[in-house]
């Protein structure tokens, strides 16, 4: 996907060799297919778990943040700039929303989250734009700052108060979570029948209007809202301009420092609701070492989805999923997806091989025989494998599409105005 | 003809001496705005390094910081960044346990072997990066960001008691080493002990500085780092740099842990430092990737780490020191870049003024780039 990740130009450049085009029927279609994948595992496996109402809204909360976070990391490459101190702007998130979330009511939290991390991006934007400074280094910088300011403050903060300690906030409010009625009854009645497909549709299904927080629905939102500021509006097209070419942005007149501030900036802000979601929704308060390490994984999700929106939310959404299986002591769940992992080898070698990739194809067969070996010699997986699963998973997708990610090309590079000249 | 440069000795030290006045104005201001004095946490700090026991807490510290920044700096001096440090010192550090739990050789053998199965465990887990990079084009940063996260998988995996692992109470470990594998200290009376493979992380700096300045090897590192195209016309292979400088990153990062395994805990527990790679990075940046910085470096930050638990019971609370690492790292790499872009200047301006004036080019050849610096 060399020239065609851009969605907005559909038939601005014909196809580079090697490179395809996924349309939407065609995701759409391979989306179909793995759920129908995933339908015949469960029920040859009997592991109704992997698709269960509950199990798919446990990994919507979980992909959640990560996908707030990875949007942070959109925003801000987008226009230039890499940011790895999404972590340090979760910490912020999850430390502020909290400490006002208790004191002034959750959405005040919200709010003031939102802020909090919004700082550390203003911070990482006076390092690297204005400073010039290496983005990674910066960032680094901001990770190892951020901990230390939540962890001075804690104990300033929150020992005392009912509830709280020198780790941890005193207890927030709920944000309050909606459930459809009816529809998500009906949707748990069908998923509960074990039809093949209908009952799995209406598990993902279910899982997205079973008691779901206002806050998830506003993450959802940011997605397409995201793709639409960005890909839809002159505003959009100039921050994207600064990252792909920011001489050239310069040229038109557009004040590339400004668009990269704001930029980074809503990227902080971005990542700190990512960490508010976590202190307000999936916990109902602040603990430290909350974020362990979602940042990294958001920015990671971003990466495997291609800097595209889309993308990110597919990404993200399987870390989510890895993650609750987990989470909800999945160890005989996992070991019913090696079942669909070997499935899905043998496909692979046998598209290999209609591609005349012979040598490929025969690794991926062999991969798959002994991925079919483990799930058919033993009885469960051990939970430590299942938590590296969507990092390996990571890897594994980098290195096959590697050359076919293609990611804004000015992208971490320094920029001085009137470089151009 | 070196002669001696005033303005460039002025800019090696300006750097970081505005840094850490910048980090400390900071951090008082921080104590300020918290109600608290903004000095006596200072002085409490100062003589705390004046006990003998803080000191060998703090030159054994430094030992593990140095090690592992190291392992950062000889990325950083060609452009390559290894965040993975964290996991290959950990899993390198787990695998040396492991085997020194397992194999009972004579001491000859026994540290040897050690030393080589954390160097090689390390090695390999940079090397997948390494590799990765170079055939594949995928980013080392990334990369290592995942290789952390399955390192620490991995060694929870190997905790298990029916893999490696032995349970202590609540503690995972992976049971004692067999004694020939524990390295004596130099014992200082009642201050405790100094680990003997702090000599190991001194020898590792000397030859960190005569491999990168007074080597074929080293001096294509550099190359490589300045200017990768530069480099490949001069006839060195920018992957084989690639995954050579990988390798030794990696291999140094496995040595990283071994000073406190084989020095003290004798097994890696649940309790063993974590997050050292990551504060290597910062040590690596202060210490300008040179070896005689970075050890100053990884002192200063022992110093903030062992010195400030007395905080606590003074009123203050220790966590200042932490904000403090962080605002050094930031006014570092601002100070760094700040007095580079203004050096750069300054040098071009004086050029512009040579050549007006008719001179022919030379002596200014003072282009010091700083790799990672910026």
């Known amino acids: 996907m060399t020239t065609a990740t851009d969605v907005n130009q559909p038939t601005a450049q014909p196809a580079a060799p090697g490179g395809r085009r996924m349309s939407l029927p065609v995701l759409l279609l391979v989306i179909a297919g793995a759920l129908a994948l995933t339908s015949i595992v469960r029920i040859i496996t009997g592991a109704d778990g992997i698709t269960n109402v509950s199990q798919m809204s446990t990994a919507l909360e979980l992909a959640v943040p990560i996908g707030l976070a990875g949007l942070g990391g959109l925003w801000a490459e987008r226009s230039g700039v890499v940011n790895i101190g999404l972590e340090g702007m979760m910490i912020l998130g999850t430390w502020f929303g909290a400490w006002a979330g208790y004191q002034w009511g959750p959405w005040t939290g919200v709010v003031i989250g939102v802020i909090g991390g919004a700082v550390g991006g203003l911070l990482h934007a006076i390092i690297t734009v204005t400073f010039n400074v290496n983005h990674i280094v910066s960032g680094v910088a901001i990770n190892i700052l951020a901990l230390g300011i939540t962890r001075y403050l804690s104990p300033l903060a929150f020992v005392g108060v009912q509830g709280g300690s020198a780790k941890q906030s005193p207890p927030v409010e709920s944000l309050g979570q909606f459930t459809v009625p009816g529809l998500s009854d009906w949707l748990t009645t069908l998923n509960n029948k074990g039809?093949?497909?209908?009952?799995?549709?209406?598990?993902?299904?279910?899982?997205?209007?079973?008691?779901?927080?206002?806050?998830?629905?506003?993450?959802?939102?940011?997605?397409?809202?995201?793709?639409?500021?960005?890909?839809?509006?002159?505003?959009?097209?100039?921050?994207?301009?600064c990252g792909e070419n920011p001489v050239a942005s310069e040229s038109l007149g557009v004040n590339v420092y400004k668009y990269k501030y704001i930029?980074?900036?809503?990227?902080?802000?971005?990542?700190?609701?990512?960490?508010?979601?976590?202190?307000?929704?999936?916990?109902?308060?602040?603990?430290?070492g909350q974020t362990a390490g979602r940042g990294y994984i958001g920015l990671a999700a971003m990466i495997f989805g291609n800097w595209m929106p889309g993308g990110l939310a597919l990404g993200a959404g399987l870390f989510g999923y890895t993650d609750s299986l987990n989470l909800r002591g999945g160890s005989e769940n996992v070991h019913a997806l090696l079942l669909l992992g070997?499935?899905?080898?043998?496909?692979?070698?046998?598209?290999?091989?209609?591609?005349?990739?012979?040598?490929?194809?025969?690794?991926?067969?062999?991969?798959?025989?002994?991925?079919?070996?483990?799930y058919a010699n033993t009885n469960e997986v051990p939970t430590q494998i299942v938590s590296a699963t969507p990092y390996v998973i990571t890897l594994l997708v980098l290195s096959l599409s590697a050359q076919r990610l293609r990611m804004p090309k000015a992208d971490g590079l320094p920029y001085r105005k009137g470089q151009g000249k | 003809m070196k002669k001696f440069d005033k303005e460039r000795v002025l800019l090696a030290v300006a750097g970081p001496v505005i840094a850490l006045v910048v980090a400390v104005a900071l951090t008082s201001i921080v104590l300020l705005a918290s109600g608290k004095s903004p000095i006596e946490p200072y002085t409490i700090m100062f003589q705390q390094a004046t006990y003998s026991d803080i000191q060998v807490l703090i030159i054994n510290q430094a030992s593990l910081y140095y090690i592992a920044a190291l392992a950062v700096a000889i990325g950083f001096r060609m452009n390559l960044f290894n965040i993975g440090v964290d996991g290959q010192y950990q899993l390198a550090a787990m695998m040396a346990a492991v085997v020194g739990a397992h194999v009972a050789l004579p001491a000859v053998l026994q540290v040897p072997l050690l030393m080589i199965t954390a160097i090689c465990t390390g090695a390999f887990w940079a090397g997948i990066a390494g590799v990765l990079k170079v055939t594949r084009g995928v980013s080392e940063v990334v990369a290592t960001i995942m290789l952390n996260a399955i390192a620490t998988s991995v060694i929870a995996y190997l905790w298990l008691p029916d893999v490696f692992g032995v349970k202590l109470g609540n503690n995972n470990t992976t049971g004692e080493m067999h004694k020939s594998g524990w390295i004596p200290g130099f014992n200082m009376g009642d201050a405790g002990e100094i680990y003997g493979l702090v000599i190991l992380a001194v020898l590792l700096g000397i030859g960190y500085w005569?491999?990168?300045?007074?080597?074929?090897?080293?001096?294509?590192l550099r190359a490589s780092g300045a200017s990768e195209s530069a480099?490949?016309?001069?006839?060195?292979?920018?992957?084989?740099?690639?995954?050579?400088?990988?390798?030794?990153?990696?291999?140094?990062?496995?040595?990283?842990?071994?000073?406190?395994?084989?020095?003290?805990?004798?097994?890696?527990?649940?309790?063993f430092p974590t997050g050292i790679g990551f504060l290597g990075i910062g040590i690596a940046l202060l210490g300008r990737n040179s070896p005689v910085g970075i050890a100053f470096a990884s002192l200063l930050w022992a110093w903030l780490d062992k010195a400030s638990p007395e905080l606590d019971f003074h009123g203050y609370d220790k966590e200042i020191a932490v904000i403090m690492q962080g605002l050094i790292v930031i006014a570092v790499v601002v100070s760094y870049e700040s007095v580079r872009e203004w050096g750069l200047r300054r040098q071009q301006r004086r050029v512009g003024a040579e050549l007006a004036a008719g001179n022919v080019l030379g002596g200014t050849d003072n282009t010091d780039k700083e790799v990672a610096g910026r």
Do not use: C, Q
């Open chain 1, 195 to 241: 039809w093949f497909f209908v009952s799995d549709i209406a598990g993902l299904l279910g899982g997205l209007v079973t008691d779901v927080s206002w806050l998830t629905l506003i993450a959802i939102a940011l997605i397409p809202g995201t793709w639409w500021i960005l890909w839809r509006t002159s505003f959009g097209l100039r921050l994207r301009s």
């Open chain 1, 342 to 374: 070997a499935i899905l080898l043998a496909i692979g070698a046998i598209w290999l091989a209609v591609k005349k990739k012979y040598v490929s194809a025969a690794v991926t067969l062999v991969i798959g025989v002994l991925v079919f070996l483990w």
């Open chain 2, 210 to 220: 005569i491999v990168l300045n007074r080597t074929r090897f080293g001096f294509d």
């Open chain 1, 263 to 288: 930029a980074v900036i809503i990227s902080g802000g971005l990542a700190g609701l990512g960490g508010v979601f976590l202190s307000l929704v999936a916990n109902p308060f602040y603990l430290e």
């Open chain 2, 231 to 271: 480099a490949a016309a001069s006839g060195v292979d920018p992957k084989r740099m690639v995954l050579t400088a990988m390798l030794l990153s990696g291999g140094i990062a496995g040595l990283a842990g071994l000073p406190i395994l084989l020095g003290d805990t004798h097994t890696y527990s649940l309790n």
